[in-house]
């Protein structure tokens, strides 16, 4: 597609419950980031992938979450046993090169709204 | 560590003019803006480096002061579809690329 898809739109879950979030990033974009958004709020990062690499996690709140993007493409945020403060939007964006590649505007997808009840 | 945006709320008729600021506390390499509607995904508008280059969109214009580490986007003759959330994101020399974004400026045109 033309620009950074993600599924579901929306996610209630069920305090406890785990859940998985995926990102189809503009094709050939070799880096994706993940951010999580409160309500009337920045997004605020959560973890970085260059290719299949995880370069950076230091944004990831627990050992609750895990991002995986095992072939370069798609990517998946996986959330175990979901909390209340867990709601929020995820969002998902993609850039075409490296991080130290000058001009690197991230493109976003509309974004996963996920409540836990 | 998170940037600070001013005013956090803004509202204008047709064809008036604002500026939003963001400020930082740390030395920063790039400032990113983006504009976001309700529900909707943020939208790139326009990075800003160190050193004075820029890329965005045509009918956007930013400044960055690399001394005061604070960058400043000018909305001129606004029009309705400018309408929506502001923010700027930073990204600090050495980082994978991570943007820190700040809390965010409303702005609100009306007709």
């Known amino acids: 597609g033309a620009g950074v898809s993600q599924s579901p739109r929306y996610k209630v879950a069920k305090r406890g419950q785990d859940v998985a979030l995926r990102c189809d990033p503009i094709?050939?974009?070799?880096?994706l980031f993940w951010y999580q958004q409160a309500l009337g709020q920045g997004p605020e990062f959560l973890t970085y992938?260059?290719?299949?690499?995880?370069?950076?996690k230091s944004g990831l709140p627990s050992d609750r979450f895990f991002a995986e993007r095992p072939e370069g493409s798609v990517s998946t945020l996986k959330i175990q046993r979901t909390q209340q403060e867990d709601s929020a939007v995820y969002l998902c964006?993609?850039?075409?090169?490296?991080?130290?590649?000058?001009?690197?505007?991230?493109?976003f997808g509309p974004g996963t709204r996920l409540t836990v009840l | 560590q998170q940037p600070v945006q001013s005013p956090q709320a803004v509202i204008l008729r047709e064809g008036e003019d604002a500026v939003i600021n963001c400020s930082s506390s740390k030395a920063l390499y790039s400032v990113h803006w983006y504009r976001q509607k309700h529900g909707e995904a943020p939208v790139f508008l326009m990075i800003l480096l160190k050193g004075g280059e820029q890329k965005g969109h045509e009918k956007i214009s930013a400044s960055f002061n690399e001394k005061k580490q604070q960058s400043s986007l000018y909305l001129t003759a606004s029009q309705l579809s400018y309408s929506g959330t502001y923010f700027c994101g930073t990204e600090r020399a050495g980082n994978t690329g991570k943007l820190i974004f700040g809390q965010g400026t409303t702005l609100q045109v009306k007709p």
């Open positions: 992938f260059q290719n299949e690499a995880q370069l950076d």
């Open positions: 094709s050939g974009h070799v880096s």
């Open positions: 964006a993609s850039s075409l090169g490296a991080s130290w590649v000058q001009y690197n505007e991230q493109f």
